[in-house]
């Protein structure tokens, strides 16, 4: 192939094959592309950018991009090996390396050779801001996550109806568990209205969702740049999610992405495949499930039965059931025991009862008033009939009577008044002055 270079300012970098109406071959364009990349670009350049959408494996694939452009980059792992710091979304970084065409599959790539951090990209800065808002506000805190039912009757899911992620989510359900129902809102996953058809999909599911039958909320989308996946990233977005009455399982775009949506939805799966699985039942693990639960309540009511025959077994070898008059003789000897044992100490405590009544009836005839008057003591009654215990209890012309062991006599108070207490002068004891009582014996 001739081929002759021109400046810049030129209007064609090539003569020959393909410049009139003769095709080229696609291998033959391509090799002129990457002849043009070898000629008019320095075997190395450095370019700064953001990183977005890189593929962490074995080699990094990743776009280097600032507000106009994207260009595709390649860090093999020989280089990846050595750099020194984490490379992700957002990242604003200084690569060095060499621009070629990739034939097959007609891209143009910057083969990196070393990678430098700058700082942090715009958006990354206002993603780590919001968690930092979110958290302090315990929208992360596990105390607010609601647990996703079991066995959920219908499941609403919240994605594009062009998404990939839709499909795979049917997919899936129909072969782990085709009776839960699915349920499509469709919204819009990126662009600058995605945030708000989001938040107001699960505003109306919160409120009308149990009605309709939902109780569980799948939110998703498939993979993308940070900007593809900053609907997900919006405040108006976290907070539909904290407030939202129904569990919300979250799978946003890749493994590697993460965002807030994710952090605050109850639970957070890495595809929208795992989501369905974690959503909706196996049937054929719950098929294993309940044979076996069936095998082990046989098995327990297998050993329940073989326990109660062996007590009922035992309980046929006692000796009531043997030979039940032996018990009933033994009950009746027990029984003779008792009552003899009963006519023994029955008469010992009737006699032991006597003797003590015996001994207060003496203590009370040798107390009671007839022996007090055997001794010449008298008692005078009132004219009421009530004893006279003191002077003070009967006045002149009182009418009493002086009861004797043999008989009594009635007699007229004269005089009555108390006895004066004895006075002591210079420590000897002297009698009181006052009469005694004078008493007519008529």
């Not at 690569?95 to 143009?108: P, S």
């Not at 569980?216 to 108006?236: K, M, Q």
């Not at 919300?248 to 109850?266: C, F, P």
Request: aromatic share 6%; proline share 4%.
């Amino acid at each position: 192939m001739a081929r002759t270079t021109t400046s810049r300012g030129g209007s064609s970098l090539f003569t020959g094959r393909g410049g009139g109406d003769e095709p080229v071959t696609v291998s033959e364009l391509a090799a002129m592309v990457k002849a043009a990349l070898v000629t008019h670009l320095p075997p190395k350049v450095r370019v700064v950018g953001e990183v977005s959408n890189l593929s962490d494996r074995s080699h990094w694939f990743f776009s280097l991009k600032d507000e106009n452009a994207t260009l595709r980059c390649v860090c093999f792992a020989s280089v990846a090996r050595r750099v020194s710091f984490p490379v992700h979304d957002g990242l604003e970084v200084v690569l060095t390396g060499r621009v070629e065409f990739y034939d097959a599959q007609g891209q143009v790539q910057v083969y990196v050779d070393k990678i430098e951090p700058v700082g942090v990209g715009e958006l990354e800065l206002r993603f780590r801001a919001l968690c930092q808002e979110l958290r302090k506000l315990g929208y992360f805190d596990a105390e607010h996550k609601q647990p996703v039912p079991a066995m959920p009757r219908r499941v609403a899911v919240v994605t594009s109806r062009a998404a990939a992620a839709l499909q795979d989510i049917i997919d899936t359900a129909g072969r782990r568990w085709a009776g839960c129902e699915l349920m499509l809102v469709d919204v819009r996953v990126q662009g600058e209205a995605a945030a708000a058809q989001i938040a107001d999909a699960l505003r109306a599911l919160s409120v009308h969702g149990p009605a309709l039958g939902v109780d569980t909320i799948i939110l998703t989308r498939g993979g993308g740049s940070i900007e593809d996946l900053w609907a997900f990233n919006e405040r108006i977005v976290a907070d539909a999610v904290f407030e939202c009455e129904l569990p919300i399982v979250a799978a946003i775009g890749h493994e590697t992405d993460t965002t807030v949506a994710e952090l605050v939805a109850d639970v957070r799966c890495a595809t929208p495949t795992q989501a369905a699985m974690h959503v909706i039942p196996d049937r054929a693990m719950l098929s294993q499930q309940v044979a076996q639960l069936s095998q082990r309540l046989a098995l327990n009511l297998a050993r329940r039965i073989d326990y109660e025959r062996q007590r009922l077994r035992a309980a046929a070898r006692h000796p009531f059931f043997r030979r039940p008059s032996v018990l009933v003789d033994q009950s009746r000897q027990r029984l003779a025991q008792v009552i003899e044992a009963l006519g023994n100490v029955l008469p010992r405590r009737i006699a032991s009862a006597r003797q003590h009544v015996d001994a207060l009836a003496r203590q009370l005839v040798a107390i009671g008033p007839a022996n007090v008057l055997e001794r010449g003591y008298t008692y005078t009654l009132n004219d009421k009939g009530g004893i006279v215990r003191s002077a003070g209890d009967v006045h002149g012309g009182d009418r009493v009577t002086t009861v004797l062991t043999d008989g009594r006599f009635d007699s007229r108070v004269e005089t009555s008044g108390r006895a004066a207490p004895r006075r002591e002068v210079r420590g000897r004891k002297r009698p009181a002055t006052d009469e005694p009582d004078l008493f007519d014996l008529s």
